[in-house]
């Protein structure tokens, strides 16, 4: 598994309608691409707005080109949430799953 990360600064009062982006345009496009399994969307307040962590889970490399195209690693930030946006990183980082923990029933 594969995740790619990313975060955004958004506008305090725009807060809801990124979410309600995310939603109703971003995950709807990921939801139909073979081999994204889920997202992960966690917030914190910042002196400059809401930050948004985006962490979208993957089985391969080829998965996530079909959705960022053959620059993967360049941020898939559309003109819609870049004006809600305060700053966003222009790049995504990928990390490989190598170890994964649960917790042991007793």
């Known amino acids: 598994m594969i995740t790619r990360n990313w975060t ?3 506008k305090p009062e725009r807060s809801a309608d990124y979410l309600h982006h995310l939603q109703n345009d971003t995950l709807k496009k990921l939801s139909s691409i073979k081999g994204f399994l889920n997202a ?3 917030q914190r307040v910042v002196t400059d707005g809401i930050e ?6 993957w089985d391969n490399m080829n ?7 053959d620059t993967a690693d360049i ?8 004006e809600m946006m305060v700053r966003y990183d222009p790049v995504v980082r990928h990390y490989e799953e190598v170890l994964t ?3 042991v029933d007793n």
């Open 8 to 10: 955004g600064v958004v």
């Open 40 to 42: 992960s969307i966690q």
């Open 52 to 57: 948004y962590l985006v962490v979208t889970y």
């Open 63 to 69: 998965a996530i080109r079909e959705f960022a195209g």
């Open 75 to 82: 941020a898939v930030v559309p003109l819609i949430a870049q």
């Open 101 to 103: 923990l649960a917790p």
